[in-house]
């Protein structure tokens, strides 16, 4: 039985840090991940590779207490992997050093993690949406690509947690500035009938608690959940 069980209505999240590859957990992976696992060439992106995915594992088999190496995922039409035979919802995000794990009891879950990039780097502003764009202008300039980073990991833990990833242009969401309550504030074009520029169920977004020079999200559909912080 994991150590502290995960209840509904919460969401556990659990980060790591990738710091070497340790080449005992590439022995957890499936062929699938140790073919990507051996195709990479850079150690940075292996040790991030290889802990990301036996930390999903890890904590996917303490909380079904099943073995980790034998779980098998399948994968939504976008690519968002899932386990056909659990009632189990989680997300999974890399990025620099660091690696997070999100999972709930049957919430669709969308994690996000980055690095806050230099502040000379030149930043992809076109996904920010006109709202986002005008907050964003208005950021000092020693603050903008934390303020960018920000704006980045809510919009995509919010496209992870509905599967649709990139497919959909992160500029259609717009998101609470920054300096503001994480929040979903309208999705251009999602209007089921049931509110405009909104998905249903509801989207729920949340801050990730601070890693140094790294910002993270975690999106729920549904809930309101508890966000549960975890390491390994
Ligand atoms: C999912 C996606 C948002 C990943 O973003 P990223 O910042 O590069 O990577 P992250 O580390 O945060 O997340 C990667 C993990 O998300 C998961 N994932 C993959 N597709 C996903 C999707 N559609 N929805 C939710 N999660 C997804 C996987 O676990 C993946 O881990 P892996 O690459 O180690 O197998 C992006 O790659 C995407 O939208 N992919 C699907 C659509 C597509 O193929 N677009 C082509 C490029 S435009």
């Known amino acids: 039985m994991p150590e502290i069980p995960v209840r509904p209505g919460e969401c556990h999240?659990?980060?790591a840090r990738a710091v070497c590859v340790a080449h005992d957990l590439a022995l957890?992976?499936?062929?699938r991940e140790r073919r990507v696992y051996e195709s990479l060439t850079e150690e940075r992106v292996r040790a991030q590779?290889?802990?990301a995915h036996a930390l999903l594992r890890t904590v996917l088999g303490e909380v079904l207490d099943?073995?980790?190496a034998a779980l098998s995922f399948a994968q939504g039409p976008h690519g968002k992997p899932y386990l056909a035979d659990a009632p189990v919802e989680?997300?999974?995000s890399h990025s620099g050093e660091l690696v997070a794990v999100a999972l709930s009891l049957g919430a669709p879950v969308g994690v996000?993690?980055?690095r806050v990039p230099v502040p000379s780097a030149e930043l992809p502003l076109p996904v920010l949406s006109p709202a986002e764009r005008a907050a964003y202008d208005l950021v000092p300039e020693p603050e903008r690509a934390a303020a960018f980073t920000t704006y980045w990991v809510r919009k995509e833990a919010v496209l992870k947690a509905t599967g649709e990833g990139l497919r959909v242009d992160p500029a259609r969401?717009?998101?609470a500035a920054p300096d503001r309550p994480a929040r979903l504030l309208d999705w251009r074009g999602r209007d089921r009938g049931r509110g405009a520029g909104q998905p249903h169920p509801?989207?729920?977004l949340y801050d990730l608690d601070a890693v140094d020079g790294y910002r993270g999200a975690v999106a729920l559909l549904g809930g309101p959940h508890r966000i549960v912080p975890r390491s390994r």
């Open 49 to 51: 590779y290889v802990t």
């Open 13 to 15: 999240v659990w980060t």
């Open 173 to 175: 969401l717009t998101v």
């Open 112 to 114: 996000d993690v980055e």
């Open 28 to 31: 957890l992976l499936d062929e």
């Open 202 to 204: 509801p989207v729920r």
């Open 90 to 92: 989680f997300s999974l």
């Open 66 to 68: 099943r073995d980790p």
